[in-house]
């Protein structure tokens, strides 16, 4: 059976490590790092969502606050609010939430929120930088991808990942890092070599290119997408996906794009949903706070 790529638990150890540095750093005389989660509309994984990102800041020591607005909140209201947060010396970061509702523009959204402050890493300039091999604030999901191949010692120096999904906030991210010079300035480059695949790519060919994959990074929200027959003996999967299904009992239960149970008899290994990718995305956004809190404040 593959060895299992436990991210609850190596959430915690880094919510641990973070806690002490927060701590130390308060100590000398900083005020606590501060969050603001804008959440508009009421959909109830979303608010799941930003509970947890609320309860992992109050755990480490962010000063973290929900700011809640309904599904009527216009386009306009919603920047004129980002922008006030920008203005406000004592907010080091602002996520927002998304989905957003219908007619409001995300990506105008994500814009609006000053890049120094973007602890979710979507600002066009964080992105950019991101892809120049630039220390930047990086998107937490594929942060935290990179953060367990680092941590379970996977190796990705010259071997073959592929990655399957493209989103910008996600997919791209993950490649783009998989892909960099370890040796440029950002640190988080993994010298793989790296095959995208995507909707498009014919089901015939994604077989083929996870069959010669070394790692598999999976994100498309399509359960059992990846199948045994589709991974190489030893092969390292990183599943990312998450999808609500109703179980035969009638009961929903949170399932990834991998066929967990037979992919873990050819894997090396691989990480379960729940409790991989997942918690480890929070605690990358908690590193990510911290860090702009001490940009901010020049230390």
């Keep these: 059976m593959a060895r299992v790529l436990d991210g609850k638990t190596l959430a915690k150890e880094i919510k641990d490590e973070l806690k002490i540095k927060i701590h130390d750093w308060i100590n000398i005389g900083h005020r606590a790092p501060s969050l603001r989660c804008i959440i508009v509309g009421n959909d109830p994984a979303s608010h799941t969502y930003v ?4 309860q992992a800041a109050s755990d480490v020591g962010i000063e973290a606050e929900t700011i809640k ?8 209201a919603l920047i004129a609010a980002i922008e006030s947060l920008n203005r406000d010396k004592n907010v080091d970061g602002i996520l927002v939430q998304l989905p957003l509702p219908g007619g409001i523009d995300e990506r105008k959204v994500c814009n609006t929120v000053a890049p ?3 602890v979710d890493g979507f600002h066009i300039t964080n992105v950019g930088q991101l892809s120049l091999d630039m220390p930047t604030i990086v998107p937490a999901t594929a942060l935290a ?3 367990m191949l680092k941590r379970f010692k996977i ?11 493209r989103s910008k906030n996600v997919g791209m ?10 040796n440029h300035d950002s640190g988080l480059g993994m010298d793989a070599t790296v095959t ?3 909707r498009y790519t014919p089901a015939e060919q994604l077989e083929l290119h996870c069959r010669n994959a070394d790692i598999i990074v999976t994100a498309t929200g399509i359960p059992k997408l990846i199948k045994a027959n589709m991974v190489k003996p030893g092969a390292t999967i990183i599943d990312v996906g998450i999808t609500r299904v109703q179980s035969e009992q009638g009961k929903t239960k949170l399932v990834g794009d991998v066929d967990y149970d037979e992919v873990s008899k050819i894997a090396g290994a691989v990480t379960p949903v729940p409790g991989g990718v997942g918690p480890m995305t929070v605690a990358m956004l908690m590193q990510n706070t911290f ?3 001490q940009k901010q404040r020049g230390s």
Excluded: W
């Excluded at 509970?51 to 609320?54: G, L, P, V, W």
């Excluded at 607005?69 to 306009?76: L, M, Q, R, W």
């Excluded at 991210?173 to 370890?182: E, F, T, V, Y």
């Design 51 to 54: 509970k947890n990102k609320i």
């Design 69 to 76: 607005y309904d599904e009527t909140f216009t386009e306009d």
């Design 116 to 118: 120094e402050k973007d």
């Design 145 to 147: 991808v990179i953060e």
């Design 155 to 165: 190796e990705t120096f010259g071997r073959n990942a592929v990655v399957v999904g």
């Design 173 to 182: 991210p993950i490649a783009m890092m998989l892909h960099s010079d370890g």
């Design 196 to 198: 995208i695949c995507h």
């Design 291 to 293: 860090q702009a809190a």
